[in-house]
């Protein structure tokens, strides 16, 4: 903070200085002016001199200028370019990883409802077993016929639900791969999160240097134009000077 504020205030004291230049030589041109309207040649030929060199002095300035303009658009183009291409790698890096994440939890899902189908499906045929088994309980025992019946149906619902929790134990096995494959997955999709982070970081990192070494590179040849159009202003000053001595 304090650097920054240093930095305002010594931006604040040159535009003030230069203001004040300024100020100063458009007196003494309006001065010359003067003189030189009233016939004066020395005069007429001092404010010429002053007038070419300030011309030149903004010429350079303005050249200056726009040459640190496109200077710095061009390291700013960069750096988008830069930041862009890597954003772009992370957001691929990152939709992979999602996908996999999402089709293993999708496998999971799956597996897990195709148990709890089963799950519900043995209960429903144990239920319907207990049920027969009650009925045949309550059958007179020489009600042959509708006994065997009975007895048939009570073995047929728990051969099916025999059948049905083999598959479900079957499935519980792929259950446990399921979602051993999903904590693969996410744990692999948090390690491409932090490398995906990383490259990010990489790229701001390398375009603010970028930039930045574009603004010092900038800024040095902006002071050195200036000091040459601030020394052609002077050189102009002294030799206007003399010529109305």
């Known amino acids: 903070a304090k650097k920054e504020a240093a930095a305002k205030e010594a931006a604040a004291q040159k535009e003030a200085a230069a203001r004040d230049a300024a100020s100063k030589a458009a007196a003494r041109e309006a001065e010359l002016a003067a003189a030189a309207a009233a016939g004066d040649s020395a005069a007429a030929e001092a404010a010429q001199v002053l007038s070419q060199a300030k011309a030149e002095s903004q010429r350079l300035l303005k050249e200056s200028a726009s040459a640190g303009a496109a200077k710095m658009s061009g390291a700013k183009s960069q750096a988008a370019a830069i930041t862009s291409e890597a954003g772009g790698k992370a957001a691929a890096l ?130 050195k134009v200036e000091a040459e159009a601030a020394k052609l202003i002077k050189t102009a000053e002294a030799k206007a000077k003399a010529l109305v001595k």
């Open 94 to 223: 990152r939709s992979e990883a999602s996908g996999v994440v999402s089709a293993a939890k999708r496998e999971l899902t799956l597996v897990r409802g195709e148990i709890g189908s089963l799950k519900a499906d043995i209960s429903r045929l144990g239920t319907q077993a207990q049920q027969a088994q009650a009925e045949l309980d309550k059958t007179f025992f020489l009600n042959f016929g509708k006994r065997g019946e009975l007895k048939d149906q009570i073995k047929g619902l728990q051969k099916t639900a025999d059948v049905k929790q083999k598959a479900a134990d079957k499935l519980a096995k792929a259950e446990e791969k399921a979602a051993g494959e999903l904590v693969k997955a996410e744990g692999k999709a948090a390690k491409v999160g932090e490398q995906a982070a990383k490259i990010e970081k990489e790229a701001a990192d390398k375009a603010g240097k970028l930039v930045g070494e574009a603004e010092k590179s900038a800024a040095a040849a902006s002071k």
